[in-house]
C-alpha cells in the first residue's frame, strides 16, 4: 500500500521538492514532480538544472520525448513513469494516480491556505486508511 509522507510548515517548498526529488534520484528512484501550475514546473526545472551544484538530476516535462527515459519528471501526468516510486505532490489536490506509487510526498507551506489545504489531503489519504508519516520542518529543514 502506498505510504503518504506529509512534510509541514516548509518555508520554501519548491526548495523541499527539489531536494526530496534529488534524495530520491541519489537512491535510484522514479521521481515524479506532480504540479498543475506551469510556473511552478519552469521553477522546478530551474532549480533541478541549478542544483546540486556538484551533481546533476536528469529530468525533464512529462510531455517530453524523452519522458519515459527520464528518472526525473515535472508535470501533471502521473502515468508517465512506467515504475511508480514517488510522486511529490505540490497540487492543491491530492493528484491523480497517487495510489499506484510507492511513496507520496506531500508537502505544505506554512500560509493559512496551504495549511488548510494539506489538512484536507491528511483527512483524504486517512480516511481510505494509508499509511500517514508527519514532518515538521520547523524543527527538521536539514534532515530531508
Given at each position: 500500500m502506498t505510504e503518504v509522507t506529509?512534510?509541514?510548515f516548509a518555508?520554501?517548498?519548491l526548495d523541499v521538492a527539489r531536494r526530496i526529488a534529488t534524495k530520491a534520484y541519489a537512491q535510484g528512484r522514479k521521481?515524479?514532480?506532480y504540479t498543475p501550475d506551469a510556473d511552478v514546473a519552469a521553477t522546478l526545472d530551474r532549480?533541478?538544472?541549478a542544483t546540486p551544484a556538484l551533481g546533476f538530476v536528469p529530468h525533464c516535462?512529462?510531455?517530453d520525448a524523452l519522458a519515459g527515459e527520464t528518472p526525473v519528471l515535472i508535470g501533471i501526468n502521473p502515468d508517465t513513469l512506467g515504475r511508480a516510486d514517488v510522486l511529490i505532490n505540490l497540487g492543491a489536490t491530492q493528484p491523480p494516480g497517487y495510489a499506484r506509487y510507492e511513496r507520496v510526498i506531500e508537502i505544505v507551506g506554512q500560509d493559512d491556505a496551504a495549511r488548510e489545504q494539506g489538512r484536507v489531503r491528511y483527512r483524504f489519504y486517512q480516511a481510505?486508511?494509508?499509511?500517514l508519516h508527519t514532518n515538521d520542518l520547523r524543527t527538521r529543514q536539514e534532515n530531508l
Open positions: 506529509f512534510y509541514t518555508e520554501d517548498p521521481v515524479m514532480l532549480l533541478l538544472w516535462r512529462d510531455s481510505r486508511g494509508y499509511a
